[in-house]
């Protein structure tokens, strides 16, 4: 069996030049990836998704149909489910005040950084500047406007702290166990982190 060693780049999709694309990611239909991004290895990026300029994604993440991240850091086994829209612009206006339509020296960049392993859910909006925490999960159409920490389940519009979840994904007990892989949390100083096994 042969492995492909390079990124695959469907036809219709538009990458700049200068992008760094890893190998064995694949880029589907329409796709859009700016000047200056960076994009890890087994990477995937949905039909109509658009990778804004500078942006610096990681290995292994998912990217669905349709997402928008301006600027933003993913580090490496995130998600993005469909529709998500990461921003970066905390004052966004379409002119200057003299009238003039701003351009990139106009603005400041407050990027979202989306930590390992975390997934947003389809439909979500980000705000400038927001770092969701490793393994945290943020709920379908949610609004997150502050922080999220590692391992928390946000829901809402606003979003708000609603549990915990695990590494894969499952919300946990009230005892911070997860019902699917069985392994055990505790919380520290609002902080959630891992019992070593025992035994």
């Not at 489910?81 to 970066?88: C, K, N």
Request: net charge neutral; glycine share 12%; charged share 15%.
């Amino acid at each position: 069996m042969t492995t492909i060693e390079h990124p695959i780049v469907q036809l219709t999709a538009v990458v700049a030049a200068n992008a760094r694309i890893g190998v064995r990611t694949r880029i589907w239909h329409q796709a859009q990836v700016a000047d200056d991004t960076v994009i890890g290895a087994d990477c995937v990026l949905g039909t109509g998704c658009y990778i804004g300029r500078g942006s610096r994604i990681g290995d292994r993440v998912k990217i669905g149909n349709h997402c928008d991240v301006f600027g933003a850091i993913i580090e490496a086994d995130a998600m993005l489910s469909p529709h998500v829209v990461l921003t970066e612009d905390r004052t966004p206006r379409a002119t200057r005040p003299d009238g003039l339509l701003q351009g990139p020296g106009d603005w400041h960049a407050h990027p979202v950084t989306v930590r390992h392993g975390a997934t947003v859910g389809a439909g979500a909006r980000v705000a400038p500047g927001v770092v969701i925490g490793s393994h945290a999960l943020v709920g379908l159409g949610a609004v997150v406007l502050r922080d999220v920490p590692a391992h928390a389940l946000v829901l809402g519009n606003p979003a708000r702290h609603c549990g915990w979840v695990c590494h894969c994904g499952h919300r946990l007990t009230s005892l911070l166990a997860c019902p699917r892989c069985a392994r055990t949390f505790e919380l520290a100083a609002d902080q959630l982190g891992e019992q070593a096994p025992v035994g």
